[in-house]
């Protein structure tokens, strides 16, 4: 199985304040058809999660400007350029590509000092 | 919209089996698939199954491999999940996920069903 690393696993953060998360997959998250599929989901509390990125750096139709996703190959980034405190929740990376089965990070917690 | 709602909280004694639907709408059912997740309290992401919405073609997690079916109604859009011989592990919100329509689909999860609470207690 593709396994999926992130760290940190919590980040606490200023208001104001960027925060970046790192996600590294154990193989390429490369396609056949060239593109990669890695995607970011935010997770509220109580809440279920919500894809906010996809291909590595597309964002969803309504996902604030302030989310930003890049990396290629195995090494990938989520970042927030200013946190806002609806940004407080547990952010999950996860590999679209290698079947049998999709793989998620092990999650990592944001929450504000 | 697309949405995707799922039944309600369920009960269970250890040894017998659940069945969770998600009922599709806002799309073209046959156009997609549907993948199961679920998460143990207080833990991550864990994926179960897929099935695709235009010819029921299937797979499950190796782990669950005898214990998980995943069947469709396409007259109501409805996904069903299906596991059986339950344990204390398998206490956890069960969610779906709007998924690639064939088996070397890539993943999407793009749209997600508000999550079934499922506890197994004696």
């Known amino acids: 199985d593709v396994v999926m690393t992130q760290s940190p696993l919590s980040l606490p953060v200023t208001l104001g304040q960027p925060a970046s998360i790192s996600c590294r997959s154990s193989?390429?998250?490369?396609?056949?058809?060239?593109?990669?599929?890695l995607s970011w989901f935010q997770q509220r509390p109580g809440q279920s999660p919500r894809r906010l990125i996809y291909?590595?750096?597309n964002r969803e139709s309504g996902v604030p400007d302030r989310f930003s996703g890049s990396g290629s190959g195995t090494d990938f980034t989520l970042k927030i350029s200013r946190v806002e405190a609806e940004d407080v929740g547990v952010y999950y990376c996860?590999?679209?590509?290698?079947?049998?089965?999709?793989?998620f990070g092990q999650g990592t917690k944001v929450e504000i000092k | 919209q697309v949405q995707l709602v799922q039944s309600g909280a369920e009960l269970k004694k250890p040894g017998a089996s659940v069945k969770v639907s998600c009922k599709a709408s806002?799309?073209?059912?046959?156009?997609?698939?549907i993948s199961w997740m679920r998460q143990a309290p207080g833990q991550g992401l864990e994926w179960l199954g897929w099935?695709?919405?235009?010819?029921?073609?299937?797979i499950h997690a190796p782990k669950l491999q005898g214990r998980l079916t995943v069947t469709t109604d396409t007259s109501t859009s409805t996904v069903f999940m299906e596991l059986r011989s339950l344990t204390y592990d398998d206490t956890g919100v069960y969610y779906c996920?709007?998924?690639?329509?064939?088996?070397?689909?890539?993943?999407?999860?793009?749209?997600w069903g508000q999550g079934t609470l499922v506890t197994v207690s004696s």
């Open positions: 291909k590595v750096s």
């Open positions: 099935i695709s919405g235009y010819n029921d073609n299937t």
């Open positions: 996920a709007r998924d690639g329509i064939a088996v070397t689909s890539p993943g999407l999860a793009d749209y």
């Open positions: 996860m590999q679209g590509k290698h079947w049998p089965q999709w793989t």
């Open positions: 806002g799309y073209r059912f046959s156009n997609f698939g």
């Open positions: 193989q390429s998250l490369v396609h056949s058809d060239g593109n990669t599929y």
